[in-house]
């Protein structure tokens, strides 16, 4: 048998001969090596021992062919862990409120035996949303009619030096949304951080946060004559009154007949790109504004970017969210995958966004027939928007209000 031997020194010492002979019957196997590479079990090294580039994922024709003012970005807890890994309060609820705890022990506003009782609802992984909403209700005491701003002091120990904190994947990130933003797309955000506004701020540009206390800024969002503000529909650390974890909280949009009005035409006149997102969906809140009283919702067209991580998780998100209109899109198998995409995907809506859609003939990446099934689909959305238009029924405020408050009932705010 004829072994090769690699010399001490480096891997293109190796000796290998241009052509291996080895005689099979009477025929010859001819294996040709190429210097240029060495196989290392299932990796391949270029000259300069570094691995092939990694080619990139393909971009769903669909959504790529989407403008920016077609798009509404809701950006999740993935893209605030992703801008700021080291603060455990952006990854999730129970790292939000396992910070906001560990704040209040600190300040001596909890009691030990409070403090056990928290932790322990947390460890068991009870409704999340109705522990956070007791904490802040304990972190906020109301004297005669003052309301006690510790839990303010609490948010923003949380939420302390966010800059200092970005990293620049993160960064990436952000610029991609602020370009669409730039270009017409709508943001709103399930988050409580300002990340965004403040990552903009440093590009000199100025973002508006907004909250649901303010029903006319709302509307005004909704309308696209706030392109440059950002909606969080939790509400945001820096304004600590505007937070609201329920419906109940913000009776005041759910029973604007106009507001949920323009608020719902969003969810079924435009595009939904998630980001970072996962179970978003189904969020009290979420669900309240944007899918209550819109009916056929599988007929609509959204977008998800997701994580392909194990494929049947990837597969049960996909199948659970076709009825809601989302398509599940994977940018990858790792998280560090997700700015590249994004950013490949935010350069080619962009350039549609200032260009238009090709011309005839004009080929894209994808293949004729996609974009032939686009053309024909644009074509009916299109006749379809415009008969909706001519029979819109006129909304009552009973009707609005009976759709998009029927979660009301099940949770009790406390004043």
Known sequence: MFTLSPTPCSLNSWKVPDILRRKTGERLLILNWMASTVSLGKETLLEDGMPPAKKPRKLLPSL???KPREL?????TGIS????????ALKSWKGLIQALLDAAVDFDLLEDEESKRFQKCLH???NLVHVAHDLIQKLSPRTSNVRSTFFKDCLYEVFDDLESKMEDSGKQLLQSVLHLMENGALVLTTNFDNLLELYAAHQGKHLESLDLTDEKKVLEWAQEKRKLSVLHIHGVYTNPSGIVLHPAGYQNVLRNTEVMREIQKLYENKSFLFLGCGWTVDDTTFQALFLEAVKHKSDLEHFM???RGDVDEFKKLRENMLDKGIKVISYGDEYADLPEYFERLTSEIAMRGRTGVPKEGQQLNGSAAAHTEIKANNAKAS???HTAFLLQ??????DQAAAALQLLPK???SR
């Open 72 to 76: 509404v970005l809701v950006i999740g």
């Open 124 to 126: 068991e992984d009870k």
């Open 411 to 413: 949770y009790t705010v």
């Open 383 to 385: 006749r379809q928007e």
């Open 393 to 398: 029924p006129q909304v009552t405020l009973s």
């Open 81 to 88: 862990a992703a801008v700021a890994p080291q603060v455990p």
């Open 64 to 66: 790529k062919t989407k």
């Open 305 to 307: 970017l997701v994580r």
